[in-house]
């Protein structure tokens, strides 16, 4: 599926920079995550039925709170790439799915062990294609 960037509250690098979060996250995802995710939305509604058919078909890791007042959340392995003048950039991480209610459905929260946006150089408005296993 392909997603668009966009910048969100920034509220996430919080979370992302507790060191439960981020154990947790590498048990699980077998890497240590940037204190960060990347926001993207499905460009096109093809995209966005292709996000939802995957929560139902893949069900996603369990990622558990361990501490109160902090919500559960999914996690999707993906693979995430540009290609820009017949150079393709790609890295391995997940999507990360808050269980809240009323969540976003077109927003999607990315996590990988790099900055995405230094490592792939992307910006706001910029197409990424998200792979699932």
């Not at 058919?53 to 559960?72: D, H, P, T, V």
């Not at 269980?99 to 999607?108: A, F, R």
Request: aromatic share 8%; hydrophobic share 45%.
């Amino acid at each position: 599926m392909t997603g668009i960037i966009f910048s969100d509250l920034g509220s996430a690098s919080s979370f992302m920079a507790l060191d439960w979060v981020q154990h947790a996250l590498k048990q699980s995802l077998g890497f240590t995550p940037f204190p960060a995710t990347l926001n993207v939305r499905p460009k096109a509604a093809a995209d966005a039925e292709t996000w939802r058919r995957m929560q139902i078909e893949a069900g996603g890791l369990q990622l558990a709170s361990a501490k109160a007042g902090f919500c559960n959340a999914r996690l999707y392995p993906i693979g995430i790439s540009i290609e820009r003048d017949s150079i393709r950039k790609e890295v391995d991480g997940a999507i990360l799915l808050p269980e809240v209610k009323d969540y976003p459905s077109d927003k999607i929260e990315i996590v990988a062990p790099v900055r995405l946006k230094d490592h792939l150089g992307v910006q706001d408005g910029d197409a990424l294609t998200l792979e699932f296993p």
